[in-house]
């Protein structure tokens, strides 16, 4: 039984078919890879943002509180009797 001369180059080109297909599914999922850590990136820099915004308000207020008191009359303290 003689061999048909296009079987070796048939199976060839499946074989590069399939390296094709596997090459194109993984730069397929390296792409949504890097989106994932780029979107992670810009979700941790905005809540860093926010963290200094609220702790630059936090400060803000402390300061407020701190410069009411000492503008504050000082409160009458009661006497104590003498026995």
Do not use: N
């Not at 080109?13 to 999922?29: D, I, N, S, V, Y």
Request: net charge positive; proline share 5%; no cysteine.
């Amino acid at each position: 039984m003689a061999q048909d001369p296009k079987q070796p180059s048939l199976q060839a080109g499946l074989r590069f078919e399939r390296a094709q297909k596997l090459a194109r599914e993984g730069e397929k999922a390296m792409a949504e890879y890097e989106a994932a850590g780029r979107a992670a990136d810009v979700k941790i820099a905005r809540l860093k943002q926010l963290r200094l915004a609220k702790e630059a308000a936090d400060r803000d207020v402390a300061d407020r509180e701190a410069a009411e008191k000492k503008a504050a009359p000082p409160k009458a303290t009661k006497s104590k009797k003498k026995r």
